[in-house]
């Protein structure tokens, strides 16, 4: 259990670190936020964020499988008590990241389509 743990900690710890890497990938900004800023982008650079950002979704999207494999371990019992409600906590924060990188994510995909049509 004590490894388990140490892994998901150094997961949690590695996709933390890609998130906050100079690639291009923050979930702190809102999609208007990310359109503004790469509106003046080549293609090739906001095709090279979007990219950033789908490994960024996958990322998350490994973590909440994991912990939702978790969840599906747990007895009934264990599903109501602190151990549960931990990892639905953990399960809905990660949820709500994989939420405002899919969004940002869809952003740069709408400006590479606008560039496209022009």
């Known amino acids: 259990m004590k490894n388990t743990a140490m892994m998901f900690a150094g997961a949690f710890l590695a996709a933390g670190l890609l998130v906050g890497c100079g690639n291009g990938v923050d979930e702190t900004k809102t999609p208007a936020q990310i359109k503004q800023e790469i509106a003046d982008w080549s293609a090739e650079r906001i095709q090279k964020t979007a990219d950033a ?60 389509k606008a560039k496209a049509t022009k």
């Open 53 to 112: 950002y789908q490994k960024a979704v996958d990322a998350r999207k490994g973590e909440l499988d994991a912990v939702l494999a978790k969840i599906k371990q747990l007895s009934p019992q264990e599903l109501l008590g602190e151990k549960g409600l931990k990892l639905k906590n953990e399960a809905d924060k990660i949820g709500a990241s994989l939420g405002k990188l899919k969004n940002n994510m869809a952003a740069c995909f709408e400006e590479l």
